[in-house]
């Protein structure tokens, strides 16, 4: 479910950066976060989240361990899962999709307005 979960949240994140892209300035951030938030509080208060207990990530995890709705024990372990896990990707794309991008050059992103064309 956890999975689900942090699937759906970085779908939203896709579909809320395209929708926002063109929104300069302050607004744009307001807006993204906004967004990005509200589907945090959507996710937790659905019926995945209510069943998993929505731990998406560390921060999450340690905010129900210090609301007492798990045991110290339990956080423990899912913490140090989620940075395993978050480890074992890192690895994972660093050593295999990386070095495709560097050698096709196809994949440059960009921060800068003037550049999104």
Known sequence: MEAASLG???????????LLQNVA????????????GL???????????QRSGAHMNPALTL?????????PWDAFFYVVAQFAAASRESWSL???SVRHWRES???????APEDRG
């Open 39 to 49: 589907t945090a509080v959507s996710i937790i208060s659905s019926p995945w989240g």
């Open 25 to 36: 300035g302050l607004a744009g951030r307001v807006l993204g976060g906004v967004a990005m």
């Open 63 to 71: 905010a129900f361990l210090s609301l007492g709705k798990i045991a």
């Open 94 to 96: 660093r050593y295999s």
């Open 8 to 18: 759906m949240f970085m779908v939203s994140a896709c579909l809320f950066g395209v």
């Open 105 to 111: 050059n196809s994949c440059q992103p960009s921060l």
